[in-house]
């Protein structure tokens, strides 16, 4: 029974990492968190993360962007390697609370963009019905040259009006995400997940700054190698890892590919904005996780 429960639990965890890129350790540790301790689920969950993240990296090996994921494995290794420092004069419980928070709030902003992305291509697609209108209009008489003229004007002013508009709220949210802002979160985002193993922020971060589902994929399945490695060292120092633990291990991975492919598949067949969707709702459920984690401390 208990082996079955392992295997149920790998399947569903790397299921979500195959359609999302992210949240198998939130689905696996939540699973199985309340008949084993961390300390036997942490290594096996590493142990079955690490050739999976391999996997999505390679497979979306060409939308790998360098300055994305380079950084952010620095920043992560630089979040492992001074948490010890950081957790003895912080609350973790409070941390865990305001980065919930975080992820929760980006996550919103995520969804409020893609719909703001939606609302401006069905403004354009009626302007450009108009100027097709405007042809049919031209060709129809010779007095509607001037009516042409001055309507298509009109439309040529309101489109140089909106696309303004737009690419101003674009470069303001450049200016506010991808520069001073966003590499904040970036900085904190990597020692999170280095201090505690939660990459929600970090999936948060780079879901904002990637072009698709691929994309974030790649980038992100790239810095969890680089984390990944890190952790297996250490656990190796500590001992956490075992016999017992690569044993049990190799005994789940049929289940950790099954779930993989399957969610892989799904995420090929599903349209773009579902994917996208999915990471919202996943990080939405990964900050509440959080926050009711920090209750739970307090």
């Given at each position: 029974?208990?082996?079955?429960?392992?295997?149920?639990?790998?399947?569903?965890?790397?299921?979500?990492?195959?359609?999302?890129?992210?949240?198998?350790?939130?689905?696996?540790?939540?699973?199985?968190?309340?008949?084993?301790?961390?300390?036997?689920?942490?290594?096996?969950?590493?142990?079955?993360?690490?050739?999976s993240?391999?996997?999505?990296?390679?497979?979306?090996?060409?939308?790998?962007?360098?300055?994305?994921?380079?950084?952010?494995?620095?920043m992560?290794?630089?979040?492992?390697?001074?948490?010890?420092?950081?957790?003895?004069?912080?609350?973790?419980?409070?941390?865990?609370?305001?980065?919930?928070?975080?992820?929760?709030?980006?996550?919103?902003?995520?969804?409020?963009?893609?719909?703001?992305?939606?609302s401006?291509?069905?403004?354009?697609g009626r302007?450009e019905?108009?100027?097709?209108?405007?042809?049919?209009a031209?060709?129809?008489?010779?007095?509607?040259?001037?009516?042409?003229?001055?309507?298509?004007?009109e439309?040529?002013?309101?489109?140089?009006r909106?696309?303004?508009?737009?690419?101003?709220?674009?470069?303001?949210?450049?200016?506010?995400?991808?520069?001073?802002?966003l590499?904040?979160?970036?900085?904190v985002?990597?020692?999170?997940?280095?201090?505690?193993?939660?990459?929600?922020?970090?999936?948060?971060?780079?879901?904002?700054?990637?072009?698709?589902?691929?994309?974030?994929?790649a980038?992100?399945?790239?810095?969890?190698?680089?984390?990944?490695?890190?952790?297996?060292?250490?656990?190796?120092?500590?001992?956490?890892?075992?016999?017992?633990?690569?044993?049990?291990?190799?005994?789940?991975?049929?289940?950790?590919?099954?779930?993989?492919?399957?969610?892989?598949?799904?995420?090929?067949?599903?349209?773009?904005?579902?994917?996208?969707?999915?990471?919202?709702?996943?990080?939405?459920?990964?900050?509440a996780?959080?926050?009711?984690?920090?209750?739970?401390?307090?």
């Open positions: 029974m208990d082996m079955a429960l392992w295997a149920v639990a790998a399947i569903a965890a790397f299921f979500v990492k195959g359609l999302c890129g992210f949240a198998n350790t939130l689905v696996f540790t939540t699973i199985l968190g309340f008949g084993n301790n961390n300390i036997s689920i942490s290594p096996v969950e590493l142990a079955l993360g690490y050739p993240n391999l996997i999505l990296a390679f497979r979306e090996r060409r939308s790998l962007r360098p300055k994305i994921f380079v950084p952010l494995s620095l992560v290794l630089g979040g492992s390697a001074v948490g010890a420092f950081f957790l003895r004069n912080v609350d973790a419980g409070i941390v865990k609370a305001v980065f919930g928070v975080v992820v929760i709030g980006i996550a919103v902003e995520m969804a409020v963009r893609e719909r703001w992305a939606e401006l291509g069905s403004v354009a302007h019905a108009e100027a097709d209108g405007l042809k049919e031209k060709a129809e008489a010779d007095r509607s040259k001037e009516v042409y003229r001055s309507r298509k004007k439309v040529e002013t309101d489109r140089a909106e696309a303004e508009a737009a690419s101003k709220s674009d470069s303001q949210g450049k200016f506010s995400w991808q520069g001073i802002g590499s904040v979160v970036g900085v985002s990597g020692v999170f997940c280095g201090l505690f193993g939660i990459g929600a922020l970090l999936a948060a971060y780079v879901g904002r700054v990637a072009g698709d589902s691929r994309e974030f994929k980038n992100l399945s790239a810095v969890f190698i680089a984390e990944n490695t890190f952790r297996i060292f250490l656990y190796c120092a500590l001992g956490i890892i075992t016999k017992e633990t690569l044993l049990r291990s190799v005994s789940l991975y049929p289940c950790m590919l099954a779930g993989l492919f399957l969610g892989i598949k799904s995420s090929a067949v599903m349209n773009e904005k579902l994917v996208r969707k999915a990471v919202v709702v996943f990080l939405v459920i990964s900050g996780v959080l926050l009711l984690g920090s209750f739970r401390a307090v």
